[in-house]
């Protein structure tokens, strides 16, 4: 499957924005997705996941009741809105899918064999 991020940019502190990842070449359904981020100088990490089939959705403590994750799967699409940002949101954001990835993996990157191009996501103070 080849995922397509896009929707980054730079906000203020405190605005919103909504990712969104477009996948296409395999049966979207069947894939649990999840956002990871990277800020520059550090480790890749989790934000968000939402799982194939129940779509049960997790997230990083930092994001819980801030950022959302839902998926359309009759468009192929996750997307992630992001409310109140903040500067220590600013990092690049990438999309991750995987087939049959168990929880206990799911804030794992390398427990994901495809992932999107990044989208840069910049909060100003």
């Known amino acids: 499957v080849q995922l397509q991020a896009s929707g980054g940019g730079l906000v203020q502190a405190g605005g919103p924005l909504r990712l969104s990842c477009a996948a296409s070449g395999g049966t979207f359904s069947g894939y649990t997705l999840t956002w990871f981020r990277q800020a520059t100088g550090k480790d890749r990490e989790f934000v968000a996941g939402?799982?194939?089939?129940?779509?049960?959705?997790f997230y990083e403590d930092s994001v819980k009741g801030r950022f959302t994750i839902s998926r359309d799967n009759a468009k192929s699409t996750v997307y992630l809105q992001m409310n109140s940002l903040q500067p220590e949101d600013t990092a690049v954001y990438y999309c991750a899918a995987a087939r049959g990835i168990i929880l206990s993996n799911l804030r794992i990157p390398s427990s994901y064999d495809y992932w999107g191009q990044g989208t840069q996501v910049t909060v100003s103070s």
């Open positions: 939402i799982r194939r089939g129940s779509s049960n959705t």
